[in-house]
């Protein structure tokens, strides 16, 4: 059974950083393109950043780029994301969600990703 469990959410001042963790397991993750989305109340569920697999491709919407880093880490199996310079709008749950055969401009749609997290919540407050 896949399962992605997110971790490392919080409360944190406008300006601070946040690290959020995506544990993977159930299945092998090879050619899977790992991402993280976010939602806020009343608002759609968004894309903030993509990586693929193999570490290779990276893919950042464009308001979190410069302040936030998606990774891999191997030895644990997480998807990563390093969140600085934390603004009050990057208030939302944060999911974690893979799927395959898919990139560019299309790792924006939450439509074609299979597995998804639970989410973790990150308020930032000013």
């Known amino acids: 059974q896949v399962q992605l469990v997110e971790s490392g959410g919080g409360l944190v001042q406008a300006g601070g950083s946040l690290r959020l963790s995506c544990a993977a397991s159930?299945?092998?993750?090879?050619?899977?393109?790992m991402a993280w989305f976010r939602q806020a109340p009343g608002k759609e569920r968004e894309f903030v950043a993509a990586?693929?697999?193999?570490?290779?491709?990276?893919y950042y919407e464009d308001s979190v780029k410069g302040r936030f880093t998606i990774s891999r880490d191997s030895a644990e199996n997480t998807i990563d994301l390093q969140m600085n310079s934390l603004k009050p709008e990057d208030t939302a749950v944060y999911y974690c969600a893979a799927g395959i055969m898919f990139w560019g401009r299309q790792v924006v749609d939450p439509g074609l990703y299979r597995y998804w997290g639970q989410g973790t919540q990150v308020t930032v407050s000013s």
């Open positions: 990586i693929t697999w193999s570490e290779t491709n990276t």
């Open positions: 159930g299945r092998t993750f090879g050619g899977y393109i």
